[in-house]
């Protein structure tokens, strides 16, 4: 479960948004620059993971300095286990 800082940032009680299951078969490479401990960015990572077919990689750049190994760690860790069948190279920075 993706859950950090203060109670009610993150998504508690498990539930997840209901996407559409639409997918991306031209989008290739997704930069995400200032990414944050809030649960939506991850949210949108695990969304274009899924669901971007011919996704080759995928950079995610940390930006709150205070958390930054801490969070690279965590973001790194739920990624992978969502990234599931997908053959993207994941880059957390």
């Not at 290739?28 to 969304?47: C, H, S």
């Not at 190994?69 to 965590?74: F, N, S």
Request: net charge positive; aromatic share 6%; charged share 30%.
């Amino acid at each position: 479960m993706w859950q950090i800082g203060h109670q009610g940032e993150g998504r508690s009680n498990g539930e997840r948004r209901e996407y559409s299951r639409h997918t991306h078969s031209h989008l290739k490479e997704v930069k995400m620059e200032g990414f944050r401990d809030k649960w939506n960015a991850m949210e949108l990572a695990i969304y274009l993971l899924k669901n971007t077919i011919a996704l080759e990689r995928m950079v995610v750049v940390v930006s709150d300095s205070t958390l930054q190994m801490d969070l690279r760690q965590r973001v790194d860790n739920v990624l992978q286990k969502e990234k599931g069948n997908s053959t993207a190279e994941l880059i957390i920075l």
